[in-house]
C-alpha cells in the first residue's frame, strides 16, 4: 500500500539508562510518524553523550516539559520514579508513554488513569514485545481457529539474578522483582493472545537475601548486595474466557531465557517464543498421530509474514502516535497496563494467603492485532524502514 508523507509528532525523552539506547535507535531511525527532539536525565555529562550519539538537544527535565512544541513523552525512568514523572508530564499537558511499570501498585495507577482521562491526554505503558512479529502470527493462527478449541496454556521463564542483580541495581530497589518487572512481559503476551485473566493463585518466594556483585563493571564488583526482591513465581491463572493455565519464572537460574511456552487446543498445540523478545518463532504439532504406524506429527514452524522481528522497543510510543492521528485506542494501553498490575497484585494477594484463588476485578480488552506488512510499510500504522 500506499503511504503519503506524514507530519511527525514530536517526542521528549527522560531517562538515560541502559535501555534508551533501542528506544531512540527504533524511534529515530525506524519510526516516520515520531521526530525525537530532546533528551533529559540527571546524569548531564551522561544525557549530553546520548545526544551527542543520535544527534538531538539536551535539555532539563523542567525545559523538556516546558516545552510547548514536544507531544509525547518517553519516561525511561527507574520504577520507583514512575507515578511523580508521569504525573508531571500529563500536568504538563503531554501524552506520557512510560516502559513497564507504570506505578508501583493500583492505587497509585489508577490516579494516574484518571489524571490522564481529566486531561484528554494518552497514558501508554510497555512492554512493546507483544508487537513483534511471531506474537501477531501466533494470535492470528488462534483467532483463525488452527488449535480448534483452546483448553490450555504453560508459560515458563528464567532469568540469572547472580549477574541480572549485579550488573543492573535497579532491580535491587522497589519495582524490581520478578513480579513487576518480568511477569509483565508473559502477562501481556498471554491477554493479547487470550484475553484478560479472571482469578489468579500464586506461591512466591525470595530466598537469597543477598548476593555478591559478579559483574566487573560495576562499582560495587566484589560486594555483598542486599537483594530483598522476590525471585521465583509458580502460579495457576484463570482466563475470563474459562481457559486455565499455569505461568511460572525462576530467576535463580541461567543468563539467557530459556523460555517455554505452549498454547494447548484439542486440534493441536502451538509452541511460542519468549515474550521478552522480539524475535521468535512459532511451531504447529498438530493433533494427527498415525497409532497403526507408530509416526508421531514434527513441530512444523509456521511462515511468519509479520514485522518487527528484530528489538524494536519505541514501536510502542509510534502506535500511540498513530492512535492520537486516527483518533483509535493505544494497543500499549493504560487499561491494559492497569489489569496487568492487578493481576500481579492479586498474586501477591493470594501468597498471602497460602495460595488460595483471588479475584482480579479490572478487565481489558485484547489489543487490535497488527496486519501483515506490504513491502516496507507496517499497514497504516508504522513504517520501518530497514524491513
Same mark, same amino acid.
Request: contains cysteine; hydrophobic residues 40%; neutral net charge.
Given at each position: 500500500m500506499s503511504m503519503q508523507k506524514i507530519e511527525p509528532m514530536h517526542v521528549g525523552v527522560i531517562g538515560t539508562g541502559m535501555i534508551s539506547n533501542i528506544y531512540l535507535k527504533t524511534m529515530i531511525q525506524r519510526m516516520e510518524i515520531l521526530q525525537v527532539d530532546a533528551? /533529559?536525565?540527571?546524569?548531564?555529562?551522561?544525557?549530553?553523550?546520548?545526544?551527542?550519539?543520535?544527534?538531538?538537544?539536551?535539555?532539563?527535565?523542567?525545559?523538556?516539559?516546558?516545552?510547548?512544541s514536544i507531544d509525547i513523552v518517553?519516561?525511561?525512568t527507574p520504577p520507583s520514579l514512575h507515578e511523580e514523572m508521569i504525573s508531571r508530564i500529563l500536568n504538563s499537558g503531554k501524552h506520557a508513554y512510560t516502559e513497564k511499570?507504570?506505578?508501583l501498585d493500583t492505587a497509585a495507577a489508577g490516579r494516574l488513569c484518571r489524571l490522564a482521562d481529566e486531561k484528554g491526554l494518552c497514558l501508554g505503558c510497555a512492554p512493546d514485545t507483544f508487537f513483534?512479529?511471531?506474537? !501477531?502470527?501466533?494470535? !492470528?493462527?488462534?483467532?483463525?481457529?488452527?488449535?480448534?478449541?483452546?483448553t490450555s496454556f504453560a508459560m515458563v521463564g528464567n532469568r540469572d539474578n547472580d549477574r541480572m542483580l549485579s550488573a543492573m541495581d535497579y532491580l535491587n530497589r522497589p519495582g524490581g522483582g520478578i513480579i513487576l518487572d518480568y511477569s509483565v512481559y508473559y502477562?501481556?503476551?498471554?491477554?493479547?493472545?487470550?484475553? %484478560?485473566?479472571?482469578? =489468579?493463585?500464586? $506461591?512466591?518466594r525470595a530466598p537469597y537475601p543477598t548476593h555478591r556483585n559478579i559483574f566487573e563493571e560495576s562499582p560495587r564488583y566484589g560486594e555483598i548486595m542486599e537483594t530483598p526482591n522476590e525471585s521465583q513465581v509458580y502460579s495457576i491463572l484463570e482466563l475470563e474466557n474459562g481457559i486455565t493455565g499455569t505461568?511460572?519464572?525462576?530467576?535463580? @537460574?541461567?543468563?539467557?531465557?530459556?523460555? $517455554?511456552? /505452549? =498454547? $494447548?487446543?484439542?486440534?493441536g498445540i502451538l509452541y511460542l517464543g519468549c515474550p521478552d523478545w522480539f524475535e521468535g518463532e512459532v511451531r504447529f504439532y498438530e493433533n494427527t498421530v498415525d497409532y497403526e504406524k507408530g509416526l508421531h506429527p514434527d513441530r512444523i514452524l509456521l511462515e511468519n509474514p509479520y514485522g518487527f522481528q528484530v528489538? @524494536?522497543?519505541?514501536?510502542?510510543?509510534?502506535?500511540?502516535a498513530?492512535?492520537?492521528?486516527?483518533?483509535? %485506542? =493505544?494497543?500499549?494501553?493504560?487499561?491494559? /497496563? $492497569?489489569?496487568?498490575?492487578?493481576? !500481579?497484585?492479586?498474586?501477591?494477594? @493470594?501468597?498471602?494467603?497460602?495460595?488460595?484463588?483471588?479475584?482480579v476485578t479490572s478487565t481489558c480488552e485484547r489489543p487490535q492485532p497488527l496486519t501483515i506488512p506490504v513491502l516496507t510499510e507496517e499497514s497504516a500504522i508504522i513504517t520501518l524502514r530497514d524491513m
Open positions: 533528551i /533529559a536525565a540527571r546524569n548531564m555529562e551522561r544525557t549530553k553523550e546520548v545526544a551527542d550519539r543520535y544527534g538531538i538537544r539536551v535539555c532539563t527535565v523542567e525545559e523538556l516539559l516546558e516545552n510547548e518517553l519516561n525511561l511499570c507504570f506505578a513483534s512479529g511471531w506474537v !501477531q502470527k501466533a494470535r !492470528q493462527v488462534i483467532d483463525e481457529g488452527l488449535l480448534g478449541t483452546v502477562l501481556t503476551v498471554l491477554i493479547s493472545l487470550l484475553g %484478560p485473566v479472571k482469578k =489468579v493463585s500464586a $506461591y512466591i505461568f511460572s519464572v525462576n530467576a535463580d @537460574s541461567v543468563y539467557y531465557d530459556q523460555t $517455554y511456552f /505452549a =498454547v $494447548y487446543g484439542n486440534k528489538n @524494536s522497543r519505541g514501536v510502542g510510543v509510534a502506535d500511540m498513530w492512535a492520537i492521528r486516527e483518533g483509535r %485506542p =493505544v494497543r500499549a494501553s493504560k487499561e491494559r /497496563a $492497569y489489569h496487568v498490575l492487578d493481576i !500481579q497484585e492479586c498474586m501477591e494477594k @493470594s501468597n498471602r494467603q497460602n495460595g488460595s484463588f483471588v479475584e
